[in-house]
């Protein structure tokens, strides 16, 4: 009888599957006798379970390394499937929850829906937290209370307030034990699944190479950064911009999915010094990571820019007509163009690609193909592990040149003149466009331009497009729309 006096609050984990600095799940320790830790596959909602089929695999990945990291503090991770608030409603009747807790989440669909929820569930009180960003999206304004849409002076601003106040950078430990519900009592639980059947592996097992290339979870997103701060922080400012190396942290899919927060981060990283004081490369990396906040500042402020142009002139650019050949072509990394098609492959054999390499095969579909940016974006959410709802789309509308501060549209990446600068020796080009082995570093971004029998006994595509051309097509179809408003 005693336990059904106990305090029973129910944690729901989102994009945030983590228990260090994971402010909800300390406050419901903190609040509550006992924690019903639960994660809903919800399929109408749009951040962590309508995601592709690269990051459902993580999810699956990530959600069983939380359920071993639970198990450690004496707890267990109930898993349920199903419209959120129905499932909530159950287990609430089910576990004689009386509280709730959760981080937010900031794309308009759950803002929306978690509203519903927080009023429909107002018996139980429920408490919302920030375990994703560094500042709330609206606490970080310009003077006259509107949104940034230029970087520079987002990061002056949010940086000088995390300098000023480094609590903000203070991550919270995580909880020492997780007391939960007995065993009989977590029986009770009709709508809870197993996670296999949550079904998010795919059939075929293309997913085993993939993910060989990751360790997923919590402790593996803490043990990457530190050796990226022992290895490259220093050198970040170059390292970064060569596909080749291993010059960036690779921490995208563990930031997207909340095994590690961008306060620990920034808290390791800064190591008691204020951030705007830190050496170039280590300054660098921490304005790499505020783009992450900028991006969502941005998809909190203007939603619509999930679809549409933040530069509303986009909305009537012309672009090319038939191109669903071009388009397979660049998803398969089949289009002629060396580190375009490398860029495509690694992403495809990883789910991830290199920041300079998503520049360069975005413009390429963009410009180079006239396909409108939204099929990028699309392709990139289904293939990337590290998918996110906010920087997906600002990157996709930085490479259009139609988003907040955009690289403008007139600014048609080369792709030959960026490998030759970013990759010389070829050496990304080769390791995933292995019919190149072998090509010299003066025709290894230029293969078309080897002499005839060279040419002929390699087995790889002709360019699918004149690079020139389609550069001066984009200029022709840009100039229909440049003056309009
Ligand atoms: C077309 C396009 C699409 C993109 N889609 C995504 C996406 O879906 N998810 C995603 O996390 N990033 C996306 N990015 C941004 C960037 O390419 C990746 O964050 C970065 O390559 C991840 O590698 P990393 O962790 O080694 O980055 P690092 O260079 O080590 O940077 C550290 C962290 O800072 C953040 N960051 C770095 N650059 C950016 C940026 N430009 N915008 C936002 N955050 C940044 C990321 O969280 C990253 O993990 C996209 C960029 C482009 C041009």
């Not at 991550?171 to 699944?193: D, H, Y």
């Not at 955009?406 to 490998?419: C, E, I």
């Not at 497009?465 to 200029?475: G, N």
């Amino acid at each position: 009888m005693a336990s059904l006096e106990k305090i029973i609050g129910l944690f729901w984990f989102r994009q945030d599957l983590r228990l260090a600095d994971n402010p909800a799940l300390s406050h419901a320790c903190k609040e509550c006798d006992l924690v019903l830790p639960v994660f809903i596959d919800d399929p109408a909602e749009q951040t962590i379970s309508q995601v592709g089929s690269a990051s459902r695999v993580w999810l699956h990945q990530s959600l069983e390394a939380l359920q071993s990291s639970l198990r450690d503090k004496g707890s267990e991770l109930f898993i349920a499937q199903g419209a959120s608030l129905d499932v909530l409603r159950s287990l609430i009747d089910d576990s004689g929850a009386s509280r709730v807790f959760w981080n937010r989440c900031y794309d308009p669909q759950t803002i929306a829906r978690d509203t519903q929820i927080k009023q429909t569930l107002s018996h139980c009180q429920p408490q919302t937290f920030n375990g994703l960003l560094l500042n709330e999206p609206w606490q970080n304004l310009k003077a006259d209370g509107t949104p940034y849409r230029v970087y520079t002076p987002y990061w002056r601003a949010a940086s000088a307030k995390m300098d000023a106040s480094p609590d903000i950078i203070k991550p919270i430990k995580a909880p020492k034990e997780i007391p939960t519900l007995s065993a009989k009592q977590a029986a009770n639980l009709s709508q809870c699944v197993s996670l296999d059947e949550l079904d998010l592996l795919p059939d075929k097992q293309w997913h085993v190479p993939l993910m060989a290339h990751w360790k997923v979870g919590e402790k593996p997103a803490l043990t990457r950064l530190r050796q990226f701060l022992k290895k490259g922080a220093s050198d970040y400012g170059e390292g970064r911009n060569l596909p080749a190396v291993a010059g960036t942290s690779q921490l995208s899919p563990h930031l997207h999915f909340g095994e590690i927060s961008p306060r620990q981060v920034l808290h390791i990283l800064a190591d008691g010094q204020s951030l705007n004081s830190l050496p170039d490369g280590e300054l660098i990396f921490a304005k790499e990571i505020v783009w992450r906040e900028f991006a969502y500042s941005l998809l909190y402020h203007f939603p619509q820019m999930l679809n549409e142009p933040l530069d509303r002139r986009f909305a009537s650019f012309p672009w090319g007509k038939n191109t669903e050949n071009h388009l397979r072509a660049w998803q398969q990394g089949q289009t002629g163009v060396p580190i375009v098609d490398a860029g495509m492959r690694q992403l495809y054999a990883t789910g991830w690609m290199h920041n300079r390499v998503r520049m360069i095969v975005g413009s390429y579909l963009v410009k180079n193909l006239l396909i409108p940016w939204q099929s990028g974006e699309e392709w990139f959410r289904d293939k990337l592990v590290d998918a996110d709802i906010a920087s997906n789309a600002m990157g996709w509308q930085w490479v259009a040149g139609c988003g907040a501060d955009a690289s403008p549209f007139f600014r048609v990446f080369n792709p030959v003149l960026q490998g030759e600068k970013f990759d010389k020796a070829g050496e990304y080009v080769t390791r995933w466009v292995p019919e190149l082995a072998g090509v010299s570093a003066k025709f290894i971004h230029k293969p078309w331009e080897l002499d005839g029998q060279a040419r002929a006994q390699l087995d790889y595509p002709e360019p699918l497009v004149d690079l020139k051309e389609t550069r001066v097509r984009a200029l022709d179809a840009f100039s229909v729309i440049k003056g309009t408003k």
